[in-house]
């Protein structure tokens, strides 16, 4: 597509770096930020890549976000800690988290982090190789105590988050990535088939009336659509018992549910983060061949279409970065109009 | 029903008792398989209950399954271990294993184990208020080495054993109990629509063409279908994620995959089992008024049916679990017919 922008992942880095610090976050919180939402865009996550700096940079300017400071640690034991992360970024506040998190996993076999009240997660892909280039995996779940747009299973109303699960596994090759949604479809894709004017490929949405609909209209209208949750008509009780497992392991053990969350929270987040160190149970190596091996019968596996392979997760994006980190990220002109934006909010020109 | 039995728990499971112990079974052996069969009656999972006495017995009787013994550990971290449970039952390994786990996250805030090589573990929701009674929360999953009926999304083979999870919540009121399959159906469920000449309510099998089908012909086929993941034709990548976390976790975790489980195995199957306790998180009492605000806002959420109220996991099963203790367990004339044969290879007449 000619209207198609590429630039260098380090330039946009850089770039979006000094955006972020024009707005009072400092150089650290700055770089974290910076660097994760371009790691969004290299693994093909363009809903959650730079395509939200100007959310960011808007939140850091009227100091829905702060820009500057610590995670504040509630409550610990040996191999858990709550932390409230006091309307920091998610984007800065999970990478140490997760450090934090590979620490107590090399002492005590597990590590796990409970952190409420980070802003903008983005995607939590990646924060996943974190975890599996220290050999580790690592397990995350993350809801916002101020949505409801995702209903139980039998409802028509809403009382769940969008609530995405993602898990990071080590193998003897490269990473396994799982990011996925615990609904039928995410609010943003919604949303894109909006702008398309094209209907959801599947029933996704259940009406005011009680009905399961394709029309992304109604997601709009005046009383809206709300997001199934996985499994749809037939099988949503097993997608509504997957969002109680991650509301109550993020909510209920944040310990500051949709009563406690203020209005100002917005779109805070409640983040579950677990790591496993393998060598507490086996030795170095043993987990990631029996992990390849796992990855091995997934793509030994027969096509139904023989010329599309069976996909391991993660693997599209890994491969979308590899080609990025090469030839630049591209950029659409639609995304390309808000960095503008950005860089004139900042006073900062865009490579 | 007329043809149905009304037995009272207590005398079922004595007499399951003396089925097993006839068998070889040491009686703390017996009595922890014996009252968890039955509690998968109670519970309403009948397809897991004393039903499946007839397979233990024999398996007993030919030295499948051990009568007597103890897990051994593998190896340990101090806030996990891997345990080789050397074939005995899961029914009555687990119950140790999740004891474990209680002590050790009344240590270290959360407490993981991992069993290899635990034969029939029947319905994990019977395990969950072991954990949710001592104040805890507990997620479990098993899967099976020597199996593989279960499609990775675009496949028509099969690569994945029919992986449960559980998880199991205390709350202010009763517990949270949710005991899923991460594919479109069960294989028991296949089983029982097949001897019923019907056809399953959607399509959750892919035949070895890659259609997708609702006949239950096509798995007891020459060339059989197999299980897709739960999502199906159109998200089935994301049951294949759930999947894979499921035996990453497990046969990753223990070390014991595919390549390693020998012809003996059978249905052995291993098992990743973990408990939080809140309190190291929050004071006594916390976690279970944030839980019970969450199961309060499912129940609060508008029927599509105004007939059918929203459901919360386990609910129905603990309704089911009160009934029949009041009444007596419902025994179908299918399933007595099973009990009758128990009881005349063990010369223990029925209760």
Known sequence: ?????KRSAEAMTNWAIRCLEQ?????????????????????????????????NLQALAKGATKGAGQPEVIQRRAAIQLWDADLLSGLYVLPLAISRAIDMARDYGTGTLVIRRAQHVAALAVYLEQATQAGMLIQMMCSTPAQEVVAPHGAKSA???????????????????????????????VRTALAEGRQLPYPALITPTGDYSCDPQTFVAEKPSVLASLGGEQLGYKGTGLNLFSEFWTLGLSNYGRADAAAEDGDANTVWLQVVDPTALMTAGAFERQA???????KAAEPIDPNQPVRVPGE????????????????????????????????????
């Open 292 to 298: 390849q091996q796992l990855v091995n019968a997934v």
């Open 23 to 55: 707005q009072g976050a400092t150089n650290e919180v700055a770089q974290s930020m910076a660097s994760h939402l371009v790691a969004g865009d290299l693994l093909g996550f363009r809903t959650h890549g730079l395509l939200r700096l100007r959310y």
């Open 316 to 351: 599209g994006a890994l491969a979308t970065r590899e080609r990025q980190l090469r030839q630049g990220i591209s950029y659409s002109a639609a995304t390309w109009r808000q960095l503008e934006w950005c860089a004139e909010f900042c006073q900062q020109p865009l490579p």
């Open 1 to 5: 597509m000619s209207n198609e922008k």
């Open 159 to 189: 009382c769940f988050s969008p609530n995405p699960f993602a898990i990071g596994v080590p193998t003897a090759g490269q990473p396994v990535l799982l990011d996925m949604s615990l609904s039928m479809t995410a609010a943003g894709k």
